[in-house]
């Protein structure tokens, strides 16, 4: 008697925090549900049991022939504050959603996780899982004496199979507890008919031997599922799909709602009390007879509307054949050319029952994808609106593009600089090339940016000498094909370089107008920055120079006066880092 007093007064005084119950995925079609899963508890936990658990337990999946699994969901929960990679089989899983509770007036953690297995569960079928690794045993000390040690894991697998009737299914999980009392909203519901109308639970630290008060509600009316659950015990330990009651310390039970629940619902409350016991509800499943929409896509045709551009019109027709229900408008239907997204439209309006919507779409086509390419579109890609077969809602069109001339490699074309960064380019060379590379019936236009290539505009005239107008400076060369109108851009960069310059070693400044100064080809305005030292045979500086001061005609550097005929030394420096210093000499004649 003391030691059942202190737990009815121990749970009365329970403070703790959970994560709502809220939907987490909806499926619609010939569908149905099933679970699988097992206690890692030896025994129902209590003062008299051992403080003991297992790190492994095992449960069997026995799936019919025909039925195929959409999807399916591992969860698992404990004491503590949470194992988060356990095995399933052979394969390691690791937790992608987390939930937890604690119950703050002990400072007990309690955790449930979340994995999609539904490859691992599709490509094993019916078989033997074991769920292993999931190691509490250095946990639990902490809670034996509180009759709060668990461990345990559960499979939900959603299937279809053609002889079923046409379902909806929500799946809803977080972690919220009783005692005292629990009230859940499911939403998103859409019932038409309440014939076989199924609600499942997967509930953690449920006790056989604890029902003071304890009872199950949807929308306020008692259900039970005797003798496994009766209605003052729903949650005791049992599996109600395999007809266990020695799944200790956690449920997996469902309950037939059809009196529970009415025709135009889209909504419904699950409400739970206990006087006692403490149970954690991790998920809800709900199977109901619903009418639903059914979107397909065909792509009709698709034609080249402007070759140039790589513009084609796209004209598909969504349709909603074989279907329970009306197609609402803003249906998303996605656009890939090939794998990367391209366009994401709309269905205008309501397609009704057996109904379709026509519709074309103008897309431009990148460049590299061509000439081989598919477009594919796909109607309620995100699954935002719940059908009969969420599974075949694509079309492809795979279309073989008028391919563009070739790109070709162009070297770099360089000349002398003349003055100022400037030369003089002979572009004939280039488009001898370009036609000996290409087919005869390939016409190249010359511009001098890609701004002026596609607008057709400031062509250049390869005939002539062209003069470049920066340095470097890239020029762009539509590569056209004469017969689909298709083009390519070719470029090739202009560069301009100071060549060497050259020294003229005789002038005779005799006032003919010929020859009258020194002069050195290749070197105002290119070598800016360059420095002429000339000196008499006696070392004697006698003129001075740069891009900016007056070639030398002959005359001494601070006297002005003519200089006698002879041989003078020069030393010329262009401060470039390409050229070293140039020396000579230059006979000066009259």
Request: aromatic content about 12%.
């Amino acid at each position: 008697m003391r030691v059942f007093f202190f737990l009815l007064t121990f749970l009365c005084f329970l403070k703790t925090n959970a994560q709502d119950v809220q939907l987490f995925k909806q499926f619609g079609g010939r569908i149905d549900f099933t679970m699988i899963g097992n206690t890692l508890n030896t025994q129902e936990n209590g003062f008299f049991a051992p403080c003991i658990i297992n790190t492994q337990s095992d449960a069997t999946l026995a799936l019919q022939p025909n039925d195929t699994i959409r999807a399916a969901y591992l969860y698992w929960a404990g004491s503590g504050s949470g194992d988060f990679q356990v095995k399933l089989n052979d394969s390691i899983i690791d937790a992608t959603k987390i939930f937890r509770d604690t119950l703050e007036t002990w400072n007990l953690e309690f955790f449930s996780a979340f994995a999609d297995v539904t490859e691992q569960i599709k490509a094993e079928r019916n078989t033997t899982y074991t769920l292993s690794e999931l190691d509490l045993t250095s946990v639990i000390a902490n809670y034996c004496f509180n009759s709060t040690n668990f461990g345990g894991w559960a499979i939900v697998i959603i299937y279809e199979e053609d002889s079923l009737s046409l379902n909806q299914i929500n799946v809803y999980d977080g972690l919220q507890h009783v005692p005292s009392a629990l009230s859940i909203q499911l939403d998103n519901l859409n019932v038409i008919d309440n014939d076989g109308a199924r609600i499942g639970f997967v509930a953690w630290e449920g006790d056989a031997g604890l029902s003071v008060n304890e009872s199950l509600l949807v929308n306020g009316n008692l259900i039970s599922n005797p003798p496994l659950n009766p209605v003052t015990n729903a949650f005791n330990g049992t599996n109600s799909f395999t007809n266990q009651s020695n799944l200790f310390n956690m449920d997996i039970d469902f309950y037939n709602i059809q009196n529970n629940i009415a025709i135009g619902d889209n909504s419904a409350t699950v409400s739970l009390t206990s006087g006692q016991d403490f149970v954690m509800i991790n998920t809800i499943i709900t199977k109901l007879n619903s009418q639903l929409p059914d979107a397909t896509v065909d792509i009709n045709n698709v034609a080249v509307t402007n070759c140039n551009e790589r513009m084609v019109t796209v004209d598909f027709t969504v349709h909603n054949r074989n279907s329970t229900a009306a197609l609402p408008p803003g249906t998303e239907i996605s656009v890939y050319i090939n794998d990367t997204l391209a366009e994401i439209l709309a269905t205008q309006n309501e397609i009704l029952i057996n109904g379709s919507e026509n519709n074309t779409l103008i897309l431009t086509i990148p460049e590299n994808v061509l000439p081989d390419f598919e477009i594919r579109m796909v109607v309620d890609e995100q699954d935002l609106i719940l059908e009969l077969d969420e599974d075949n809602n694509s079309d492809i069109f795979n279309i073989n593009y008028p391919p563009a001339p070739d790109i070709v490699e162009l070297e770099l074309l360089t000349v002398c600089n003349k003055g100022f960064e400037t030369g003089d380019f002979d572009l004939t060379a280039i488009t001898n090339f370009l036609n000996q590379n290409y087919p005869s019936n390939t016409v190249f236009k010359w511009y001098p940016t890609e701004e002026d290539l596609i607008n057709d505009t400031n062509e250049i005239n390869a005939s002539f000498i062209y003069n470049n107008t920066a340095n470097p400076q890239r020029l762009f060369i539509k590569t056209e094909n004469g017969t689909t109108g298709c083009f390519s851009t070719n470029t090739i960069l202009l560069q301009i370089e100071n060549c060497p310059p050259m020294v003229y070693n005789l002038f005779s400044p005799n006032g003919d107008g010929i020859n009258e100064e020194f002069t050195i080809e290749g070197l105002k305005n290119i070598f800016t920055r360059y420095q002429l030292l000339i000196y008499n045979r006696y070392g004697s500086l006698v003129y001075k120079g740069n891009n900016n001061t007056p070639n030398w005609k002959g005359t001494h550097l601070n006297t002005g006066k003519e200089l006698p005929v002879g041989t003078y030394f020069y030393t010329l420096n262009l401060n470039d880092s390409t050229y070293k210093p140039i020396t000579g000499w230059v006979y000066l004649n009259r």
